[in-house]
């Protein structure tokens, strides 16, 4: 999802997503899968340095995602091992957005 002043961030996911389909495709004749997880705002300290912790800017973002709050670092590691479970290795291309509805719409940090 494009952002205003993230250019180099979108690209490279943009690219990563890219890439994925195509070793998707490349790589599904040796039983290797090739997914992408790409996480909405996620309670890291990565983000507590973009925003900071319990201020108005948070509270606002939080109200702004459908499902009315932030993720956590559980939601995203509960999507990847989704794609490393063997009894999954009929999806392969894909990406999965764990954002909690916010790449439905904008979400502007």
């Not at 490279?12 to 890219?18: D, E, Q, R």
């Not at 996480?39 to 973009?50: K, M, S």
């Not at 932030?70 to 290795?89: K, M, Q, W």
Request: a neutral charge; one cysteine or more.
């Amino acid at each position: 999802m494009g952002v205003p002043t993230r250019t180099a961030y979108s690209a490279t996911k943009a690219g990563i997503i890219g890439m994925a389909r195509t070793w998707a495709l490349e790589l599904a004749q040796h039983g290797i899968t090739v997914n992408v997880v790409a996480p909405g705002p996620v309670q890291t300290d990565n983000f507590w340095g973009i925003i900071e912790k319990g201020s108005a800017r948070e509270a606002e973002l939080a109200k702004r995602i459908p499902v009315g709050c932030l993720g956590t670092v559980r939601d995203i590691s509960n999507a990847f091992l989704y794609f490393c479970d063997p009894e999954n290795g009929f999806v392969t291309g894909q990406t999965l957005y764990v954002c909690g509805g916010g790449s439905v719409g904008t979400l502007a940090l």
